[in-house]
Structure formats: C-alpha cells, structure tokens
C-alpha cells in the first residue's frame, strides 16, 4: 500500500471516530473542521487548487466515497452519520492500513455490481480495480460536485429559517396545514401562548375529532424529553399533537413520542418541515410561498 493511501487510512479513521462522538450526525463542514483540528495536515494537503479551496477537503470527500457504499457512513442532506457497521469496521480494523483495504475492498464490490447490473462492462475480477482511487476522476469530481451542491442548498435553508421572526415562522407553519387541507382555526398572536401556536381541524367547522395542537419553535438546540413531556401535558385523548421544532429533537425525545400509545404526537424537524414545504409547494398560495421562496433544480444523481 503506498504512503499516500495509508495516510487517507489515517483520516479516514480520525474522521470516524469524530462521527461516534456525534452518533446523531454533524454536518460535513463541522466534521471536516474537526478533522483537520485533530491531525496535522501535510504540505501536500494544505496546499490550494487554483480556485482557492485546499486539497485536504477533496480528498477526504474522495475518501468517504468507498465508506458510504460500503455502508459504513451515511450523508443525509450535507450531514454525515456513522452506521452501526461503520463503528463495528473500527474495531474489526484498528490499522489505518487494513481500513482503507477493507473499505475499498467492499466499494469494489458495489462498483462491480452495479456496472454488471446495468450491462455496463464485462464482469471483472478484483484484480482489476484496485480501489477507489481507479475510479475515473471526472466520476469522483462529479460525485463531490453533487454533495457540496446539495449541502450548500441545505445549509441556505436552514440559514433562511433561523432569521424568520418566530411569529412568521409560525404562520408559515399554519400556511403549511392549510396546503395540506387541514383547517386552520387558531394562531396564537405574538406572547405568551400556553404552549399552543396553532390550533387546526380535519373538518371546517372544527365539530368532528382530532383537534390538532400545534407547537412550533423555531431555535437550534434539540428539544428534549422534558419539553416533550411538557407539550403532551396538554395533549388530550381526542387531540393530535404537532411539535415542529427547526433544531429537531434528541433521540430520547423521539423515542418517548414513538412509546405514545393513547396519545397522538408527530415531531417535525427541518429536514421534514422542508420536504413537506415541497411537497405541498403547488397548493400554496402566493402570500405563502413568497414567506418560503424554493426553486427545484435538478441533477444528474451521479453512479459514483
């Protein structure tokens, strides 16, 4: 194995253990960030391509390729998780060296399945690749394209609704319910709301059962089980519980929302928030989508 791939062995298991200490995933960006703070970057990898950006950050992105077809690492909207099987390769691997042959191994696998699959090429035996590194560089190039284009849009969002003004925000969930066509009866104006922004129905005259209880919070920490506990308090049998909060919510919370039996919750982070926004997008109306401007713009998914 040359020097340069077990130096991205090195990274790659720094860059793992980073991932266990965030088991609910930290964004591509604060891990790289981290990264670099716990090595010591060669001459090599601190050095700068033309258009500015150092080498250190695309040949990890390069890296992390072969570990998420390997199923060890996975990257959901521009934050990067560790599997189970990626904290379990750590330990079946503690060399460096022996984790980048394993990873590598294992993309080889998926590489060759999907190129036979798709009657691309001839079955090929191991031999023929060697690892990710003989992948055609316009492939990789297009691959890390894609997930910095997805993480940048991602990151914009989320930027975008955590300077809303709470009350906007609010009405921007309500402007959501409507789309859905659920009937909107009651917001909460600006104050104290006795934990309750917004009150909704499944029928226009708010006469038939679940009424829905919305609680929205637009903040960066993760609510917890206590502000969970604190919002079903108010949650009736008859009631439906809607808790959106931008920062999501600590597993524990989500666990004990899944434990609910008698009582109905639904938790709804961004991520969500978002895909519903867009899902619905069409049966907004104008006041609401300029609250919440989005453009799709479509890709190429690349194989890679």
Not at 129 to 153: G, H, I, K, N, Y
Not at 200 to 224: C, E, N
Not at 252 to 261: F, G, I, K, N, V
């Amino acid at each position: 194995m040359s020097e340069r791939q077990s130096r991205v062995g090195e990274l790659l298991m720094q860059l793992f253990h980073i991932l266990q200490e965030n088991p609910d995933g930290i964004p591509a960006n604060q891990a790289l960030r981290r990264l670099e703070s716990a090595v010591t970057l060669t001459p090599f990898e601190n050095s700068r391509y033309e258009g500015g950006s150092r080498r250190f950050e695309k040949i990890v992105r390069f890296a992390t390729v072969s570990c998420v077809k390997a199923g060890w690492m996975l990257k959901v909207k521009g934050v990067w998780f560790i599997t189970e099987e990626g904290s379990a390769a750590l330990i079946a691997h503690p060399n460096p060296n022996d984790l980048y042959r394993a990873a590598s191994k294992m993309y080889r696998s998926w590489k060759q399945t999907a190129r036979t699959v798709a009657n691309e090429y001839p079955k090929s035996t191991a031999s023929e690749v060697s690892d990710v590194d003989d992948v055609e560089p316009e492939e990789l190039e297009s691959s890390v394209t894609f997930e910095q284009a997805e993480e940048q849009a991602a990151a914009e969002i989320d930027a975008f609704l955590a300077q809303i003004p709470p009350f906007e925000f609010q009405q921007l969930v309500a402007d959501l319910l409507l789309a859905m066509e659920y009937h909107v009866t009651w917001i909460a104006p600006p104050g104290k709301d006795g934990g309750v922004d917004i009150i909704a129905h499944t029928d226009p005259l708010g006469t038939r059962p679940p009424r829905i209880k919305v609680q929205v919070k637009r903040q960066q920490q993760k609510v917890d089980i206590a502000g969970l506990k604190s919002f079903l308090a108010i949650i009736n049998n008859d009631d439906v519980g809607l808790f959106v909060c931008t920062g999501g919510f600590t597993r524990d919370a989500e666990e004990y929302a899944r434990s609910q039996e008698s009582r109905k919750i639904t938790l709804i982070n961004s991520d969500r928030l978002v895909g519903l926004w867009i899902q619905y997008y069409s049966q907004l109306d104008e006041l609401a989508r300029r609250r919440f401007p989005l453009t799709p713009i479509y890709f190429l998914t690349p194989e890679v």
